[in-house]
């Protein structure tokens, strides 16, 4: 039979019975690492928390107090993941998250009707669907949309939704009947037992779905098509949002747009030019920038050949310096004799670090350079060069440096 879920999505809250609680482990991501998870596997005799599926996420919800964590299908059965135990026979009130379970319900009713109407209308087939957690994709038997069907195909699916009409699923006794009725079941599992849900929007589509949806396409409120990606083999990925995912959409744009007229200090209509303004104020400035910092760098090299006390050590560090800069100032300098050490970014935290002179001598103290200022490098023809992790450590290179030198003279 159906699951509670699959009967009525609209069902919040559900009195069933424990049939069985086994100990089982699961893995998770937290903060960015996997990790195992002991627990138990539940199964209850109905539930109203739907197990993954379809493209459907599994929902969130609780049994009693105890937090459900995963549900999964096995075939005719919902198996609730929990930390706690539960006792075989024990009747339970079962609570959905439902935040979750209708922004679920709102993405894949949503995905049926653009699917359908772009079929319909294009004959766009859809191959497969991701419900993401903040947008979701279709994706769509088409090496390419054009704009105007878009837009096009944007307004259909909202008249459909203020047509106000019904969605409903319809439950076959098995994959037998529902096959005598001439029903497309496309890729039912192999483990599949007891009846087929079809899932009709009226007048629209009937389509094989295991997954929870709304009642009336009403309850969609409404799509907004958010644009197309390049999909897999020819295929085209069409982006969209519906319900309450496109209120909060519009809200953060509203929000966005509201940071941006304080930041250009003009009206939305204006931001575009604006901001194209700036683009090009900044690349003259860039511009500008580059030029003098390698002037810069021929004058810091010409003041070190032209002074008559100078020894065989050139040290130098600049903030706002590059690979360029350093490589300038090495070639102005043109003495394998100077030993010629360089140092660019953050002196608080890392940055890039160059180091020239006598191969001989940079083969020697190269690698000793980048290991203490807990970096990696690599080099040749008299050039070592890498990345600095401690830029804090440059004093005592630089003292390590004038060490060795004093030893070779």
């Known amino acids: 039979m159906a699951l509670a879920c699959q009967r009525n999505s609209y069902l919040q809250e559900f009195t069933t019975k424990v049939k069985s609680c086994e100990p ?23 539930t109203i928390l739907f197990p993954e599926g379809g493209g459907q996420p599994d929902d969130r919800g609780r049994i009693g107090n105890v937090d459900v964590l995963r549900i ?8 609730h993941f929990v930390l706690t135990p539960l006792d075989p026979g024990t009747e339970v009130c079962l609570k959905v998250d439902w935040t979750r379970r209708f922004d679920h319900m709102q993405q894949h009713s949503g995905q049926h009707l653009i699917s ?35 837009v096009e195909l944007e307004e259909l699916v909202n008249e459909k939704i203020r ?15 529902a096959e005598e009725q001439e029903v497309q079941l496309g890729d039912l599992p192999n483990d599949h037992v007891g009846p087929v849900r079809i899932v009709t929007i009226e007048g629209i589509e009937n389509n094989m779905c295991c997954g929870t949806h709304v009642s009336n396409l009403s309850h969609l409120q409404t799509v907004k098509l958010l644009g197309v990606e390049k999909g897999k083999q020819s295929k085209t990925n069409l982006m969209f949002l519906v319900g ?16 941006l007229t304080g930041l250009l200090k003009g009206s939305p209509d204006e931001h575009k030019e604006l901001v194209e303004k700036m683009q090009k104020s900044l690349k003259v400035a860039q511009k500008s920038c580059t030029t003098l910092l390698r002037d810069l760098a021929v004058l810091e090299a010409q003041c070190f050949k032209s002074n008559p006390e100078k020894d065989g050590l050139f040290t130098l560090h600049r903030k706002e310096g590059d690979f360029a800069f350093m490589s300038i100032i090495v070639n102005e300098i043109n003495d394998e004799r100077i030993l010629k050490f360089l140092t660019i970014g953050d002196e608080k935290t890392s940055g890039m670090f160059l180091l020239s002179g006598s191969e001989e001598v940079v083969s020697d103290v190269g690698p000793k350079v980048a290991e203490m200022l807990e970096g990696k490098g690599a080099g040749k023809n008299g050039r070592y060069q890498g990345k600095a992790n401690k830029l804090q450590n440059r004093p005592k290179v630089e003292a390590m440096l004038k060490d060795y030198l004093a030893t070779r003279k």
């Open 24 to 46: 089982a482990e699961i893995k998770t991501v937290a903060n960015g690492k996997q990790q195992k998870l002991t627990g138990y596997d539940v199964i209850l005799e109905d």
């Open 163 to 177: 047509d106000h009409i019904p969605m409903y699923p319809t439950l076959y006794d098995s994959k037998e009947v």
């Open 244 to 259: 309450n995912r496109v209120l909060k959409y519009l809200g953060k744009c509203c929000e966005n747009e509201k940071h």
């Open 116 to 150: 359908a109407v772009a079929e319909e209308k294009y004959g766009y087939k859809t191959g497969s669907w991701n419900l993401g957690e903040k947008t979701s994709f279709i994706e769509l038997d088409t090496p390419s949309i054009p704009q105007d069907r878009l």
């Open 72 to 79: 999964t299908r096995q075939g005719a059965e919902a198996v």
